[in-house]
């Protein structure tokens, strides 16, 4: 019967840690995972803000996880890709009769 004890003692341990998963990290998870998918679709001519609040236009995707923007003419900045907050207007794909 002490077995029985010591885990009804740590029941509402167990609960808290349920509803903080369920209520935090879960949600953080997710809005990580959204912001990653976000950021490996931006493409040339998408308009962005990055997270210092700087608008412009994607010019140049690189492959090692930056970007070169415009933001204003002639003037264009290499950002990291993950400081992108949010994407203003995407551009339109390339048509299917572009690729063949």
């Known amino acids: 019967m002490e ?4 885990i009804g003692s740590f029941l509402p341990l167990i609960l808290i840690f349920g509803i903080m998963y369920f209520l935090l990290i879960r949600p953080q998870q997710k809005k ?3 912001h990653q998918a976000m950021v490996e679709a931006l493409r040339r001519g998408d308009q962005v803000i990055t997270q210092g609040g ?3 236009k994607v010019s140049k995707v690189k492959d090692d996880g930056e970007i070169e923007v415009e ?3 002639g003037v264009k900045v290499r950002i990291i890709k ?4 949010q994407v203003l207007s995407k551009t339109e794909p390339a048509a299917a009769a572009d690729k063949g």
């Not at 077995?3 to 010591?6: I, M, P, V, Y």
């Not at 993950?82 to 907050?85: D, E, I, K, R």
């Open 32 to 34: 990580m995972k959204e």
């Open 3 to 6: 077995g029985a004890g010591a």
């Open 82 to 85: 993950s400081t992108v907050a």
């Open 54 to 56: 700087i608008v412009g």
């Open 71 to 73: 933001i204003a003419d």
